[in-house]
């Protein structure tokens, strides 16, 4: 028997879907499967039957079942016709992100904690790597399409379990959860085999600074005063010289903190640049999921804070204008 268990971003189209084998209480990710979790997953196909309960989905219970169907050589998990939300695309695990795993994986190692991979949380969570340092921080490798709503709240489960999730990029294009959760990037590196040591330059850390408020340090003045005041704000510079094998270290270890700015953007800091940032805003800045994990106020396409709030709007005014329709689409 196998369960699924999927995780829908809203209409966004970023779906986490994780596949639980009952049989040994296995979990896995359809997304990137082993070779031999994506044999026996794809050999389903023409075997399942409504009524089988051999394909389950957690995330509709009331349409759980599922089978799967083969489109063009590409394999899909779908819901039988009357239910669900829509399929799931079955994926072998591609070769850059098990180099990237391994990356992670022997730069934990190398910073002298124990570290796993594909370790399940008590929350449900399938963390790609889990280092476990006196931060205990599971790494989430490389989901460009995962949206920063999906992200939001994988990682609140995480911390639940008491697990700080950090996201890591790759990708050319910035996905739409950096800087939303914890998260970095790094240079433009080839993944075809696995990087020495110390070449993944990391990107996105911040060190936190003080500069006062003249239009020759900021375009307008963060506390949203329509001049300049004159007063001193905070400014987050790149932290300059860091690898992903000293982030391995420096967030395990508690030397890098994800600190959360006025504009709910989330950036890893040191932590005595943490306790100077609160000591010039005067708020609190330490990062707690359940503080920013309001997703159901936010755009699912830019993440942008939504204004105008009616039942069933998941998308901005940038995004989907609807004031420029003769009718709005939603209750009044």
Known sequence: MVE??????????????RVRFVPGDREVDLDRLSASD???ITALRGTVRRGDRVLLCVDQPDHDEMFVREVGGRYFASHFAGGGHGAHEIRP???????QREYW?????????RSDSSLRTSAGNLLDIAIHGPTRTGVAVSRPRVTA??????TGRSHRAGWLSLWFTAADRDPRWLHRVPSVGCNHIAWDDLPPRGSAVATGLRKVGVARCTVHDFPVCPEGNRNHCGKEHPT???WPGVTLDHVAYLVPSGRAVPLVTVKDRIFLVPPEG?????????????YLPEKVSHSALRC???DTALHWIRPGRVRCERCFPIMRLATSPYPL
């Open 4 to 17: 699924a268990a999927t995780t829908a971003a809203d209409e966004a189209g970023g779906v986490m879907t």
């Open 93 to 99: 695990e591609p070769d850059e992100h098990k180099r």
């Open 105 to 113: 994986q022997r730069a934990g190692d190398d910073a002298e904690f």
């Open 274 to 286: 943490l306790g100077f940032y609160e000591s010039v805003t005067g708020r609190p800045a330490r």
């Open 300 to 302: 699912v396409e830019c």
């Open 236 to 238: 987050l510079v790149p």
């Open 149 to 154: 709503a999906a992200a939001r709240r994988s």
């Open 38 to 40: 994506y044999a026996a």
